[in-house]
């Protein structure tokens, strides 16, 4: 069982509706989150950075740890086209900088 | 602000040559990385610098090597290329989180 885990997808759904994008992971030393978009041929671009529990929200997106449940997400709402990426969930501890990385999620948004 | 500049972004090989990826960044940042990409695989530290004059090997180091020039520069250089090093390899710079350089897509024939 790899550290992090996340479907790869793809998710297909259409504009405007409400996207939630997961990992699960089994390291509960895990403290800081992250969520990082990548759009085809880019290098991944953060989008989100969470410490601890709780729910950070940015514009359209809303970023949730549960560290209990071990379980993070990443809710996009009225979602558009060019949100189309795939989404690569990272988390580090407090002893070590190196982040693990999910595999990612790539994501549709159709017209 | 360029951020991680990766030079240069795509190049060909044949099997045997060698090259070396180059990395830039201008935050200022102690650490940085090397990591390759290939579908299904997700991102694999290939080796890091923690600060200048330091080197560590990641994930996958076989076959590549590295050099951390000075606190902006971190060169990752392939000897002797096989096909099996095809990938994009990105370039990362750290500072709680990660910034990352657009990629060099490297094919080896």
């Known amino acids: 069982q790899k550290e992090v885990e996340q479907d790869p997808g793809p998710l297909s759904v259409p504009e405007g509706a409400i996207v939630s994008l997961n990992c699960t992971y089994s390291?509960?030393?895990?403290?800081?989150f992250m969520w990082y978009r990548q759009y085809s041929r880019k290098g991944p671009e953060l989008l989100m950075y969470t410490y601890s529990s709780g729910n950070k929200e940015d514009g359209r997106f809303t970023a949730q740890v549960d560290k209990s449940s071990k379980y993070i997400s990443l809710f996009i709402r009225d979602s558009q086209p060019s949100d189309s990426a795939t989404y690569l969930c990272?988390?580090?501890?407090?002893?070590?900088?190196?982040?693990?990385f999910g595999r990612g999620t790539s994501l549709i948004v159709h017209p | 602000n360029a951020g991680v500049t990766q030079t240069p972004k795509f190049q060909v090989l044949k099997t045997g040559q060698s090259m070396t990826l180059q990395c830039a960044q201008d935050m200022n940042h102690n650490s940085m990385y090397w990591y390759r990409q290939d579908p299904g695989m997700g991102l694999r530290l290939i080796y890091y610098?923690?600060?200048?004059?330091?080197?560590d090997k990641g994930e996958v180091p076989n076959g590549y090597n590295v050099s951390r020039l000075n606190k902006r520069e971190f060169s990752l250089r392939l000897e002797s290329a096989a096909p099996s090093q095809t990938s994009v390899y990105f370039c990362a710079s750290h500072s709680q989180p990660q910034h990352f350089g657009d990629g060099t897509r490297l094919s080896i024939l």
């Open positions: 610098s923690a600060s200048e004059g330091t080197t």
């Open positions: 990272a988390m580090t501890s407090g002893g070590s900088y190196i982040p693990t």
């Open positions: 390291n509960s030393a895990f403290q800081y």
